[in-house]
């Protein structure tokens, strides 16, 4: 039997072709001897089924063949319609095609599951053993083909010790019922946090909250929790589920989802305002499906696995939930992967990497705030989520108040069902207020008199606020005799300044270096800074308020998923009063102690060179405006220096379709995405010169062959327009200088592939990308 192999952990993108004399079902892993190496490769088709028609096997000659030495599991744990789904990923993105069989796997997969081989046959007397135990018996391989012994992963053998748990506290009654009971402040700090956190320890809520034992055992004799000898992932109470009353259009949109036969494979838009409920719509989905299979739950950042979690608990008790992503131990890792592969999670969470465990049964995936970049893999494999999930004969539901361009056109154009939530379910969107900073006097460098007088309202009301600021760190040095400004050695950046460490960093290559005192142009120790960053705004609104606590949140100081939550805490939990932060504050954070929000550094963003900016500055508007009043009617103060421009107004506005049409009419008549497919192709060299021959070399390659294979009815084979060769608007960075070429096309696999061919004949660094965040 001839198959075709996707080889492991490689830059190939064609597959290659392999003799076999017995039985592999597709997506199995194997061994293959090939060029000379032994390999690990997936199984991903046969001389009778493959995930493209050209790769049917029926023209090579068997010279051209590789050899099968080996299966390592006996069994697939990949469908054939996730293979190919996998395949058309490569097929579109042209990464290597078996590095997107490798994602759906746990790294160090076999570290963790033992190989076993049993005797099925009352003829054959062998017991459970070790796989590499039963290839010492002579004619081993006889025995399996001939169907005497199972061959069979152990997924418990090598599975990891947990470690030993402490005392675990649920809560035993709604957040309803709670809201009638008197509690003391100690006990009230306790229960928000088990209504945010679900079931945790004794000792970590101590720890988390600094409150004494007695406040949790308090609560257990009110018999508002109770308190069980450990916690399990997997290990539910009868509690009874916590419901809300559906709004009309809320009914009307789930109705309409549930009226589609599951098996119709139907892909749905749910769109509306942050704070009108989608995540109630998508709950009761979840529970209608449930009964016919397993469910995905994505989410953008991993930051938001916890409270998605929390909420699915509350609602679904008696299910098994769980949590998928990189910052999970590897051996957590493979138990959450085998448990997935059994059947054994009903709802999987986790960011796009969950995407690719093949969970068992699975029939419904909900893809939470789908607009958001964290649903483009940046790094090879390239992929965008959205192409993944619609080739997989599943129901998915996108949401978000901002959805990506395209999903919103397909949904006008009804390729996939659009569903409108019009309001907020029981509150007003926030109150806008557009601050001309050329009119307006400024208290800080960065804060305007208006916000600061909002801020201290808010305060006085015992709120909390949110100041958005567009970047990390301090700000940029600049020479007040000269106006040099200290870049990256590596790259063509400025680097910032941060307060925290007295140093500079360059935020492409991540080098650092001392703030000299003396100016290396002029010689003058007289430096000013530039720009507002979110270290800066947290040391201005420290010097207006010092008698309240700021915080402040961006990559620097929340590294890890456990940091981030710990601060988000604080601010729920009124610890925080203000908070300076990036833009990882405007993802899905839902705290009804935030009245305010301020947003002082935003024109940079809808100036900067890329045709998806003004876009993606709207979407972020929209989506940190929602942060405020989700309890009550909060406000919005938005300072620019352009306070006309349609980013600013349509977002002050809320009107998110009034931007979409706009933006698709100019889209349209430049032949941008969702019109047309973008492809960059970037080169780099450390020499700048060799950069730049190559890339003009390659370019006018390019456009020779497109003239010679120009169709006669004047449609474009590749590309419907090539801008470039030019500088990328980081010129250089790790000390690389860097050209690229933008191509539009409505052939992305045929220009791909040629650009392949071509630069297979250039050494030097390359990178293809189709429709990548920043065009």
Not at 439 to 468: G, M, P, Q
Not at 703 to 729: D, F, R, T
């Amino acid at each position: 039997m001839i198959y075709i192999v996707a080889l492991s952990n490689s830059s190939q993108i064609e597959p290659v072709f392999c003799e076999y004399n017995g039985h592999i079902e597709i997506g199995e892993r194997v061994l293959l001897q090939h060029k000379g190496k032994k390999v690990l490769g997936y199984v991903i088709g046969n001389q009778e089924w493959a995930p493209c028609d050209e790769f049917l096997p029926n023209q090579k000659s068997s010279s051209e063949y590789s050899k099968i030495v080996e299966r390592m599991d006996y069994i697939s744990f990949l469908e054939k319609s996730r293979v190919k789904a996998l395949y058309g990923l490569a097929n579109f993105y042209f990464s290597g095609l078996g590095k997107y069989f490798d994602i759906s796997f746990p790294n160090k997969f076999d570290d963790y599951f033992s190989l076993f081989v049993e005797s099925v046959s009352p003829f054959v007397n062998i017991e459970k053993m070790p796989y590499e135990e039963f290839k010492k018996i002579k004619n081993y391989k006889e025995y399996i083909n001939n169907g005497l012994v199972k061959v069979y992963r152990d997924f418990e053998t090598k599975k990891p010790r947990p470690r030993k748990r402490g005392e675990c506290v649920y809560l035993k009654i709604s957040s309803i019922e709670l809201s009638k009971l008197k509690l003391t402040v100690s006990q009230s700090t306790v229960v928000n946090y088990l209504l945010f956190k679900g079931p945790t320890e004794v000792e970590q809520i101590i720890e988390d909250l600094d409150v004494k034992k007695d406040v949790v055992v308090q609560l257990k004799n009110k018999g508002i929790i109770e308190i069980l000898e450990q916690c399990s992932d997997f290990e539910t109470l009868n509690i009874k589920p916590q419901r809300v009353i559906l709004s009309d259009e809320q009914k009307s949109i789930v109705d309409k989802i549930l009226s589609y036969d599951f098996r119709k494979e139907k892909k749905h838009l749910v769109f509306g305002p942050t704070g009108s409920g989608k995540t109630e719509v998508y709950l009761e989905v979840i529970e209608k499906y449930l009964p016919f299979g397993n469910v995905l739950y994505l989410v953008p950042e991993v930051s938001l696995t916890e409270q998605t979690i929390a909420r699915l608990r509350k609602r679904f008790p008696d299910l098994s939930i769980a949590v998928y992503h990189s910052y999970l131990t590897e051996s957590k890792r493979v138990e959450i992967w085998a448990k997935a592969v059994k059947g054994e999670i009903n709802i999987l969470v986790g960011p796009r990497s969950a995407a690719f465990v093949p969970l068992k049964n699975l029939n419904l995936a909900i893809v939470d705030e789908e607009h958001d970049e964290g649903y483009y893999n940046n790094s090879e494999p390239f992929y965008e989520i959205h192409t993944f999930l619609n080739a997989l004969p599943i129901t998915v539901v996108y949401g978000s108040a901002t959805p990506s361009l395209e999903s919103y056109k397909k949904a006008k154009d009804g390729e996939y069902v659009f569903h409108k939530l019009t309001k907020r379910y029981n509150v007003e969107l926030p109150e806008v207020e557009i601050v001309d900073m050329n009119k307006t006097k400024k208290v800080t460098f960065s804060i305007s008199e208006i916000l600061y007088n909002n801020l201290s309202k808010v305060l006085e009301a015992d709120k909390s606020a949110i100041i958005f600021t567009r970047r990390k760190g301090f700000s940029r040095v600049q020479c007040a005799v000269c106006g040099y400004i200290v870049k990256c050695e590596h790259c063509d950046v400025a680097m910032t300044y941060h307060l925290d460490s007295n140093n500079l960093k360059c935020h492409i290559c991540g080098s650092e270096k001392e703030l000299s005192l003396n100016c290396p142009n002029c010689g003058s120790n007289m430096f000013i800074d530039r720009g507002t960053g979110s270290e800066k705004v947290e040391k201005e609104l420290q010097q207006l308020f010092p008698s309240r606590n700021i915080g402040r949140i961006d990559a620097e100081i929340a590294d890890t998923p456990e940091k981030l939550k710990k601060l988000l805490d604080y601010l729920r939990e009124g610890k925080i009063d203000i908070v300076a932060g990036t833009k990882m504050i405007t993802k899905g954070l839902d705290i009804y102690r935030i009245a305010l929000i301020g947003v002082v550094d935003v024109d940079a963003l809808i100036s900067y060179p890329d045709i998806n900016a003004p876009l993606r500055t709207f979407q972020l508007l929209v989506q940190v405006i929602g942060r405020a009043g989700r309890n009550e009617k909060g406000k919005a103060i938005i300072q620019t220096y352009k306070p006309t421009d349609p980013v600013i107004t349509f977002a002050s506005n809320q009107d998110v379709e009034g931007f979409y049409e706009r933006e698709l009419e100019i889209r349209k008549q430049l032949n941008y995405p969702p019109f047309a497919s973008v492809v960059v192709l970037t080169y780099a060299n450390l020499n700048q010169e060799i950069a730049r021959e190559t890339i003009d070399t390659v370019a006018d390659e390019i456009e020779n062959i497109e003239k010679k294979e120009k169709k006669v009815q004047e449609v474009y084979k590749y590309y419907l327009e090539l801008l470039g060769p030019s500088e990328h608007p980081i010129f250089k960075a790790n000390n690389k200088y860097r050209y690229q070429i933008f191509f539009k096309t409505n052939n992305v696999p045929e220009l791909v592939r040629l650009l392949k061919k071509i630069i297979s004949n250039y050494s030097g660094e390359w990178i293809i990308k189709v429709n990548p965040n920043e065009i």
